[in-house]
C-alpha cells in the first residue's frame, strides 16, 4: 500500500476521479481519500487519513461498523461487498449526503484492504423530486379536472335534473294510473280523469321549466371569464384524456396553431366541452371497434385560426359517425344512444358554447368517423 499511496500516478488517477474513493484497512482506518472524498464531504485529507471511516457514518451504521467489519472477516459475508448500496454519509458540516456506495476488498500480500467508492446522489435525488413533484402537479390537475366533471357543471346538474325532475316524473305516472285505473272503471268518472290530466300537463310543464331554469343557470355562469390561451387550455385537456384514451388502445394527436390564441372565456367550461368532445370520441371509437376491428385507433385535436378572429378547435375520430336518423336529435336534452348514457353532454356543450359567443358543430369525414368542432371569438371582450 505505501507503493501505491505514494504513487504520483495513482494519486493522480484517482484524483481526476469526479467519484470519492478510499481505501481502508481491515480495522476500518482510512489509508487513501482522494480529492473528490474531500470535495464532496468538506474534509481535508490530514483530517480524514488515520481516522477509522465509521465517523463518516451517522447511527446506526457508525456504531456497528467495527462489528460489520470483523464479523465479514471472520464469516466471508457479505453485506455490501461487492454488491453497492445507496446510503448516508455525514459530512464534516453535519449534514447528510445520499450517496451510493460499491466496496470491493483486496489482498495487498500482507493484508486485507478496502475500497471503497462514493457516488454523490445528490442531483438525482433532486431530479427524482422534481420528477415526483412535475408527477404531483399532473395527478392533481388530473383530480382537480376529474373533480370538475364530477361535480362541475355536467356533474352538478345531471345529479340536479335527475333529482327534481324525478317528482314531476314519478307525479305524471302516478296520475297516468290513476287515469287508466278510473278508465277502467265500470262507472267512469270522466270529471276526474279530465283532472289527473290536467295534472299530468301540470307536471310536465314543471319539467320542462326544469331543463329550460338549467339551461339559463348555465348561461348564468359568465361571471368567472378571464383571457387564456385556446391552444394551452386544449393542450392541458388532452394531456388528461390520453390516460383515459391509452386504455382504450386509442392516441391523441395534437395539432395546436403556431399562432398565440387569446380567448375571453370560462376556461374550466372551455376545457369540460373539449374533454367531453374527446370522451365522445374515445366512446365511438370503443362502440365501433366491436364491429370493425381494424378501426384506426386515433382521434386528432387540432386549433385553428379562422375568419373573422376567430379559433376553431377540431375533436376528429374515425368511429362510426352519425347515422341520419340521430342527427336531428343530438343536441337535444337526454338524446343518448350509449346505454349508461346520459345524454347531456352536447345539450350543455352547445349551451356553454353559445353562452361564449361561439358556435359548435360536426361534420361527417370522407374517411368516416366524425369531427366536433367549436368556434370562439379570440380576444374580444365577450358581453
Ligand atoms: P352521451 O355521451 O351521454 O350519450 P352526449 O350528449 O354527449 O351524451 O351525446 C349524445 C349522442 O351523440 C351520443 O349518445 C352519440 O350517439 C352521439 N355522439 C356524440 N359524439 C359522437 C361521436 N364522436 N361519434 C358518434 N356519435 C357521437
Same mark, same amino acid.
Not at 271 to 296: C, G, H, M
Given at each position: ?11 493522480? +488517477?484517482?484524483? *481526476? ?43 446506526? &451504521? ?36 445520499? %450517496? ?16 471503497? %467508492? ?5 442531483? !438525482? =435525488?433532486?431530479?427524482?423530486? =422534481? ?12 383530480? &382537480? !379536472? ?20 324525478? /317528482? ?16 277502467? *272503471? ?46 394551452? +387550455?386544449? *393542450? ?8 383515459? *384514451? ?42 365501433? =371497434? ?8 386515433? %382521434? ?38 350509449? /346505454? ?9 356543450? /352547445? ?33
Amino acid at each position: 500500500m505505501e507503493n501505491l499511496v505514494t504513487n504520483d500516478k495513482f494519486t493522480a +488517477l484517482i484524483d *481526476a476521479a469526479t467519484e470519492g474513493m478510499f481505501i481502508i484497512d481491515s480495522h476500518g482506518i482510512i489509508e487513501v481519500a482522494n480529492q473528490a472524498v474531500e470535495r464532496l464531504l468538506g474534509y481535508d485529507q490530514a483530517e480524514l487519513i488515520g481516522r477509522n471511516v465509521k465517523f463518516l457514518m451517522p447511527s446506526p &451504521n457508525r456504531e456497528q461498523h467495527d462489528a460489520y467489519l470483523s464479523e465479514h472477516l471472520r464469516t466471508g459475508r457479505k453485506k455490501i461487498i461487492g454488491i453497492g448500496r445507496e446510503v448516508e454519509a455525514l459530512k464534516k458540516d453535519g449534514t447528510l449526503l445520499q %450517496i451510493y456506495l460499491s466496496v470491493g476488498k483486496y489482498d495487498d500480500g500482507q493484508a486485507i484492504k478496502f475500497v471503497g %467508492i462514493i457516488r454523490d446522489l445528490s442531483d !438525482l =435525488k433532486r431530479s427524482e423530486e =422534481k420528477l415526483e413533484s412535475a408527477e404531483n402537479e399532473i395527478h392533481e390537475l388530473v383530480n &382537480n !379536472l376529474a373533480h370538475v366533471s364530477r361535480i362541475g357543471i355536467m356533474g352538478e346538474m345531471a345529479a340536479g335534473i335527475a333529482h327534481e325532475i324525478n /317528482q314531476p316524473l314519478t307525479a305524471i305516472s302516478t296520475y297516468a294510473k290513476a287515469c287508466i285505473r278510473l278508465l277502467k *272503471a265500470d262507472d267512469k268518472q270522466l270529471d276526474e280523469v279530465v283532472l289527473a290530466l290536467d295534472k299530468i300537463e301540470n307536471q310536465a310543464l314543471r319539467a320542462g321549466d326544469i331543463i329550460r331554469g338549467l339551461r339559463t343557470w348555465i348561461r348564468e355562469q359568465d361571471t368567472k371569464r378571464e383571457v387564456s390561451d385556446c391552444n394551452s +387550455l386544449v *393542450a392541458e385537456v388532452v394531456e388528461i384524456a390520453r390516460m383515459d *384514451a391509452r386504455n382504450s388502445d386509442i392516441e391523441l394527436q395534437l395539432h395546436l396553431d403556431a399562432r398565440p390564441s387569446s380567448v375571453v372565456c370560462d376556461s374550466i367550461q372551455i376545457q369540460q366541452v373539449v374533454l367531453n368532445l374527446i370522451k365522445n370520441s374515445i366512446d365511438a371509437v370503443n362502440e365501433y =371497434k366491436l364491429e370493425k376491428p381494424d378501426v384506426k385507433r386515433e %382521434i386528432l385535436i387540432h386549433t385553428e385560426h379562422c375568419e373573422h378572429e376567430r379559433i376553431k378547435v377540431t375533436v376528429t375520430d374515425y368511429g362510426p359517425g352519425i347515422s341520419d336518423n340521430d342527427a336531428d336529435s343530438l343536441f337535444d336534452p337526454f338524446f343518448t344512444t350509449k /346505454q349508461t348514457g346520459m345524454g347531456m353532454g352536447l345539450s350543455i356543450c /352547445q349551451t356553454i358554447i353559445r353562452a361564449h359567443g361561439g358556435e359548435l358543430g360536426y361534420l361527417s369525414n370522407l374517411q368516416g368517423g366524425t369531427s366536433f368542432y367549436f368556434i370562439l371569438p379570440t380576444s374580444i371582450e365577450i358581453k
